[in-house]
């Protein structure tokens, strides 16, 4: 037996261990226990219940839709979930969807600094930027998902572990749902300013409530301007943002809301440095931080992002639910920028290529299911069958040329900058047609304290690649079927342990030196768990063991070296856990620790035993906040910090570029009188400057510094 296995194996007599708790506490009578089923408590806010997609008040949430696509209790959800709750984003005053993920278990977040253009992370040690959902649908560019602005979320989800069974394609280390703000029952309001360094100032609003006595409509509308700079020069974080709502109500049956949004992002991104004046020793010191390796005059990042859809649900009668979640997105892309090639023999000199880039894109979702509750003798049932179709169009262009070299070290601004339209070395220039048709079943089962929860999925998906250079066209057609199955105690004391086996699937383009097209890759995982809900107190724990694989990935064709075969394969087994609670007395917490053990088990490239890229052993992070309380002296004042730690890790498979690990705090202040809320935060409060990746020679970037905003807001 491998030491690998044997490290994975012997976390599995703790959640045994914790389960047989569970198991040995059954008898003992529950207050939230009626009939052998769990009774989770149910908050209030702004005059609704909660919901798998509403607010919640505090950091603890009850409730998610990202892992069933039925709203489901968490203590009831087979599957390891984190759902970052709408005053928990506030309470860290996160800039951006990534940065709100940074204290989440399996989740590794700020890898290439802080770049507006992307909201990037890895979970489980797998690049999720292909798994981003925005309300159940599949956020698909060509360059990459567009960072979605979190002023416009409720609730972020991160389901970790494969989950093609519901949503075909993704990757094996999981997926992230935004989920978007919706219309309320009860009218509310709020304005915000707030301003930080790196001359950021923002001002946004959301505005809600029912337009008719009836109740039968009721809006939404949030928007958000922002003018900021980054901590590297000439990179911005410009943004307008607006998102309308409507849910119109007819009867107790049936609810229809539409969503809208746009976006428009102007400003530039942080360019990688080479790893000699960063990361590495180099005689003619160290880079600064700052430093952009570009040109200002040649620095452009405008992406425009518009969304509409409509999310229906129709209850037929007893047992039926309809539901359709659907979604337009329309995307323009104009990128131009440099990068670095390496540096000349005096090690300051840096040789520098030109990149521009185009896409206009066309994205439809559409996702159908019915839903339908019932019982056979002592065993209920939730069944969900759904067919699930997207299509997209696109226009895809990229340039490479080449720049004129310059100084790093002491930069002469204002050189001309060939446009590498006019003579590329290196061309593309296509249309794409990519198209995925799915067909899903799902049983949740419960019988007494018993869940079994099984799942299967059938999808067909094609992509057409045509060249406006040459009329070459390729295409590419596969199918998989995928699954899921789970079994779950949900103990009456609040203990709810689980095992669970989950497949996916994620197609890959290109072909073997033969011509045959890739298969895709394939995931596979195995899960133990220990979810913990006590009752009476508003507190979730989890604790999770897994061991997931992914087969089919692309490695060196021993035969013939410039081609790829499909042998390679990445193992990645770990522990989560994590703690999340909204105490009495204004005191929160947030607690997480992460160890993953991965390997590149196989490829023909010389990676095979290595530690795959970008993948730390050991994570841990901590957030408490305390609101002083009616009757203090210093009521209304809170106070809140954070310390995150993110062991070291390779930038390649190779693993010849080591980042080393890195403790940050966080930090925050806040004041409330009647309706306003004045607060201070920083992230990063010791400034610390560190190096977040080195992915290669001329690939390295710093983490983000010292970063603090000011909020002031006036709620109605």
Same mark, same amino acid.
């Given at each position: 037996m491998s030491l690998r296995r044997y490290r994975f194996l012997s976390l599995a007599p703790?959640?045994?261990?914790?389960?047989?708790?569970?198991?040995?506490q059954e008898a003992g009578?529950?207050? %939230?226990?009626?009939?052998?089923?769990?009774?989770?408590?149910?908050?209030?806010?702004?005059?609704?219940?909660?919901?798998?997609t509403g607010p919640v008040q505090g950091f603890v949430a009850g409730r998610a839709a990202g892992a069933t696509k039925t709203d489901t209790p968490l203590i009831e959800t087979p599957q390891a979930i984190t759902v970052i709750t709408r005053d928990r984003i506030d309470a860290q005053a996160v800039r951006s969807v990534e940065e709100a993920l940074r204290y989440a278990p399996g989740v590794t977040a700020g890898l290439s600094g802080f770049d507006p253009r992307f909201d990037s992370a890895r979970i489980r040690g797998f690049d999720a930027r292909p798994s981003q959902y925005l309300n159940g649908l599949r956020l698909l560019r060509q360059f990459g998902p567009t960072s979605i602005e979190q002023y416009g979320l409720e609730r972020i989800e991160i389901v970790r572990g494969p989950s093609s069974v519901l949503y075909g394609q993704t990757v094996p280390g999981g997926l992230i749902?935004?989920?978007?703000?919706?219309?309320?029952?009860?009218?509310?309001?709020?304005?915000? &300013?707030?301003?930080?360094?790196?001359?950021?100032?923002?001002?946004?609003?959301?505005?809600?409530?029912?337009?008719?006595?009836?109740?039968?409509?009721?809006?939404?509308?949030?928007? %958000?301007?922002r003018n900021s700079d980054t901590d590297v020069d000439h990179v911005g974080d410009d943004r307008y943002f607006f998102a309308p709502a409507l849910t119109w109500r007819p009867d107790g049956e049936t609810r229809v809301t539409l969503l809208g949004s746009y976006q428009y992002d102007q400003g530039g991104s942080p360019i990688g440095l080479p790893?000699?004046?960063?990361?590495?020793?180099?005689?003619?010191?160290?880079?600064?931080?700052?430093?952009?390796?570009?040109?200002?005059?040649?620095?452009?990042?405008?992406?425009?992002?518009?969304?509409?859809?409509?999310? *229906?649900?129709?209850?037929?009668?007893?047992?039926?639910? &309809?539901?359709?979640?659907?979604?337009?997105?329309?995307?323009?892309?104009?990128?131009?920028?440099?990068?670095?090639?390496?540096?000349?023999?005096?090690?300051?000199? %840096?040789?520098?290529?030109?990149?521009?880039q185009r896409e206009r894109s066309d994205t439809i979702n559409l996702d159908t299911g019915l839903q339908a509750d019932f019982s056979t003798g002592p065993v209920v049932h939730k069944v969900l069958a759904g067919v699930d179709v997207r299509q997209y169009w696109g226009r895809y262009e990229t340039y490479f040329g080449t720049g004129p070299s310059v100084d790093i070290f002491n930069p002469a601004r204002g050189l001309a900058v060939p446009d590498s339209r006019r003579a590329p070395f290196y061309a593309l220039n296509r249309n794409d047609d990519l198209h995925q048709f799915g067909l899903y079943l799902q049983d949740q089962m419960r019988w007494n304290n018993w869940i079994l929860l099984l799942g299967g999925r059938q999808d067909w998906a094609g992509s057409e690649q045509t060249s406006r250079l040459n009329d070459n066209r390729v295409t590419q057609n596969d199918n998989a079927f995928t699954g899921r199955a789970a079994l779950m105690y949900a103990a009456p004391n609040g203990l709810s342990p689980y095992v669970s086996y989950s497949t996916s699937f994620d197609p890959i383009a290109g072909s073997t030196a033969g011509g045959e097209a890739f298969r895709p890759t394939e995931g596979r995982q195995y899960e133990i768990g220990l979810k913990y809900q006590p009752p009476g107190m508003n507190s979730f724990f989890t604790a999770s063991a897994f061991d997931l694989?992914?087969?089919?990935?692309?490695?060196?064709?021993?035969?013939?070296?410039?081609?790829?075969?499909?042998?390679?394969?990445?193992?990645?087994?770990?522990?989560?856990?994590?703690?999340?609670? +909204?105490?009495?007395?204004?005191? +929160?917490? *947030?607690?997480?620790?992460?160890?993953?053990?991965?390997?590149?088990?196989?490829?023909?490239?010389?990676?095979q035993g290595n530690r795959p890229a970008l993948v730390p052993e050991h994570m841990a992070n901590l957030w408490g906040q305390y609101r002083f309380?009616?009757?203090?002296?210093?009521?209304?004042?809170?106070?809140?910090?954070?310390?995150?730690?993110?062991?070291?890790?390779?930038?390649?498979?190779?693993?010849?570029?080591?980042?080393?690990?890195?403790?940050?705090?966080?930090?925050?202040?806040?004041?409330?009188?009647?309706?306003?809320?004045? +607060?201070?935060?920083?992230?990063? &409060?010791?400034?610390?400057?560190?190096?977040? +990746?080195?992915?290669g020679a001329n690939y390295c970037y710093y983490g983000p510094g010292r970063t603090v905003i000011a909020n002031l807001a006036y709620r109605w």
């Open positions: 703790v959640l045994l261990a914790l389960s047989a708790g569970a198991l040995a009578p529950s207050p %939230l226990t009626q009939g052998g089923a769990i009774l989770l408590p149910m908050v209030d806010v702004q005059g609704q219940r909660e919901t798998a749902n935004l989920v978007s703000k919706r219309p309320t029952e009860t009218p509310f309001g709020e304005v915000n &300013l707030s301003a930080g360094n790196n001359d950021r100032f923002q001002g946004a609003f959301d505005l809600g409530g029912p337009l008719d006595e009836a109740g039968q409509f009721s809006y939404r509308a949030t928007g %958000l301007v790893a000699q004046g960063t990361l590495l020793y180099n005689p003619n010191g160290k880079i600064p931080r700052s430093r952009y390796a570009g040109e200002e005059d040649f620095s452009r990042s405008d992406v425009t992002t518009t969304t509409l859809g409509w999310d *229906i649900e129709k209850r037929l009668n007893s047992v039926f639910t &309809l539901r359709q979640n659907t979604r337009y997105t329309h995307n323009t892309v104009k990128y131009d920028t440099m990068y670095a090639t390496g540096f000349q023999p005096d090690l300051r000199t %840096l040789n520098r290529g030109t990149l521009v694989t992914q087969t089919n990935v692309t490695t060196r064709d021993p035969v013939v070296p410039a081609a790829q075969v499909q042998t390679g394969e990445i193992n990645v087994r770990g522990l989560e856990l994590e703690a999340v609670a +909204s105490l009495a007395e204004g005191l +929160s917490l *947030i607690a997480s620790y992460t160890y993953m053990d991965a390997e590149i088990t196989s490829d023909n490239g010389g990676s309380q009616e009757g203090s002296r210093l009521a209304g004042f809170g106070l809140g910090g954070g310390v995150r730690y993110m062991g070291n890790f390779y930038g390649d498979n190779a693993n010849a570029y080591r980042t080393p690990s890195v403790t940050l705090l966080d930090a925050s202040v806040s004041y409330e009188w009647d309706r306003y809320k004045l +607060s201070v935060n920083a992230s990063n &409060l010791a400034d610390k400057e560190y190096v977040s +990746s080195c992915t």
